[in-house]
C-alpha cells in the first residue's frame, strides 16, 4: 500500500479527483473535505445548500466529472455534491465560492455523471398520495439535470425506489435496478440542427478540444465545412437561410446572431 492514515472522520464517502490530486471525503454528518493525495488535510468544502446548519443530512453521493470525452461547455459544473433528503449543489471546483443548489424533489440514493458529462441523473424515490390526498405511494424516480444545474426531465419507473443504475457509453441509455427487475430509458440530448437549402447544419464537440464546432454537410455535393464558433446556443432554419445564436461573453449577457 502507499499510505494509511487515522484522519478521526466518521467516513461515509469519498471520492477521487478527475486528475488524481484530490480526495473528497463525505461524512456522515453531511461534511465534506479535501485532503491531497498524500492523505494531508487541504479545506472543508463549503455546504450551501443546507439552509439550516444544525441540520445535517445523509450524504447521498459526491460525483465528479472525469472530462474523458471533452466538457459539454466551457462553464459547465462538473461537481455535485447530493444528500438523501433531495438536496444538492452544483460546482466548478471544491473552492466555488457561488456553489448552485437545487432540491431534486425525491429522496436519492444514487447519483452520477452520463460519460459525457453533459446529464447529471439523480435516481431514488418520490412520494405520491392517491386523489383523496390520503395513502401516500412510493415511487422509482430518475431526475436528470444539465451541467448548469437545470432540471430537464424526471423518468417515472415501477417499484419501490431505483436501487441503482449505470450509464451506456454514448451517453444515450439507463439501466435500472429496481428489486428484481431491470428497466431500460433511453435519453434524448438536446441536439442543435437544422435543414436548409439541402444542407443539413449542427453543432457537435470533439473529445480532444473545449472548442465548439458546426458542421454543414451539403446533402447534394456530399461537401462537408466544419467551422469553429463559440458557445453555441441554439440554430434555426428556414428555405435558404440559417441562424447561429452564439454567446461568446457570459458576463455581458450579449448574444450575436448571424445568418
Not at 446548519?53 to 461547455?73: D, H, K, M, N
Not at 439523480?122 to 390526498?133: K, Y
Not at 405511494?137 to 437545470?150: A, C, I, W
Not at 440554430?235 to 445568418?259: I, M, S
Request: aromatic content about 12%.
Amino acid at each position: 500500500r502507499l499510505w494509511g492514515k487515522d484522519i478521526k472522520l466518521p467516513l461515509s464517502l469519498v471520492c477521487w479527483s478527475p486528475d488524481g490530486c484530490w480526495l473528497l471525503f463525505g461524512t456522515s454528518g453531511g461534511q465534506a473535505y479535501v485532503y491531497d493525495e498524500n492523505g494531508s488535510f487541504v479545506s472543508q468544502i463549503q455546504i450551501v445548500c443546507i439552509g439550516d446548519p444544525r441540520v445535517s443530512p445523509t450524504l447521498a453521493g459526491i460525483a465528479w466529472y472525469e472530462g474523458f470525452e471533452s466538457y459539454p461547455s466551457t462553464d459547465a459544473r462538473t461537481l455535485v455534491i447530493a444528500f438523501e433528503d433531495g438536496r444538492m449543489q452544483f460546482m466548478f471546483d471544491p473552492y466555488d465560492n457561488a456553489p448552485l443548489s437545487v432540491d431534486a424533489g425525491i429522496r436519492i440514493r444514487r447519483i452520477r455523471w452520463s460519460p459525457d458529462g453533459s446529464v447529471l441523473a439523480a435516481a431514488g424515490t418520490s412520494v405520491a398520495s392517491d386523489e383523496q390526498g390520503g395513502t401516500t405511494k412510493e415511487t422509482g424516480t430518475v431526475q436528470l439535470f444539465s451541467s448548469s444545474g437545470q432540471h430537464i426531465r424526471t423518468l417515472k419507473v415501477p417499484g419501490d425506489g431505483v436501487t441503482d443504475f449505470a450509464w451506456e457509453k454514448g451517453s444515450l441509455r439507463l439501466v435500472m435496478a429496481v428489486e428484481s427487475s431491470l428497466f431500460f430509458a433511453s435519453v434524448r440530448q438536446g441536439y442543435r440542427w437544422g435543414y436548409f437549402g439541402k444542407t443539413i447544419v449542427y453543432g457537435f464537440r470533439r473529445p480532444d478540444s473545449m472548442d465548439e464546432y458546426i458542421m454543414f454537410w451539403d446533402t447534394k455535393l456530399q461537401e462537408k465545412i466544419i467551422k469553429c464558433v463559440t458557445k453555441l446556443h441554439s440554430v434555426c432554419c428556414k428555405g435558404e437561410f440559417c441562424a447561429l445564436l452564439t454567446r461568446p461573453d457570459e458576463q455581458t449577457g450579449q448574444y450575436v446572431l448571424a445568418l
